[in-house]
Nanobody
Framework: QVQLVESGGGLVQPGESLRLSCVASGFAFGSTSMRWYRQASGKEREWVAVILDNGVTSLYAGSVKGRFTISRDNTKNTLYLQMNSLKPDDTAVYYC?????????WGQGTQVTVSS
């Protein structure tokens, strides 16, 4: 079955960096686009970034463009999100996501808190 396991969240100060990871299994990772989403407390889940299966093409939400970088290692079935210049507004639970066989799959999420 499809499994997505995120890690790498934590508490950081504004301006600092974090790298999130998502280890995937149960599907053809190297042939599938992958996404990051986030959900702040009391708000709807929002899309953050997507990377195509080739690992070259990626798109970002305007709020993170230029600060976040999505990447993948198809040899390790792992998705990454490098987050630089973090702001308090980036505080949220971050989820990796994949759409397989007409089903949307989500990991359990990892908490990122940006606070001084």
């Amino acid at each position: 079955q499809v499994q997505l396991v995120e890690s790498g969240g934590g508490l950081v100060q504004p301006g600092e960096s974090l790298r999130l990871s998502c280890v995937a299994s149960g599907f053809a990772f190297g042939s599938t686009s992958m996404r990051w989403y986030r959900q702040a407390s009391g708000k709807e889940r929002e899309w953050v970034a997507v990377i195509l299966d080739n690992g070259v093409t990626s798109l970002y939400a305007g709020s993170v463009k230029g600060r976040f970088t999505i990447s993948r290692d198809n040899t390790k079935n792992t998705l990454y999100l490098q987050m630089n210049s973090l702001k308090p507004d980036d505080t949220a639970v971050y989820y990796c996501n994949v759409y397989v066989g007409s089903v949307n799959y989500w990991g359990q999420g990892t908490q990122v808190t940006v606070s001084s």
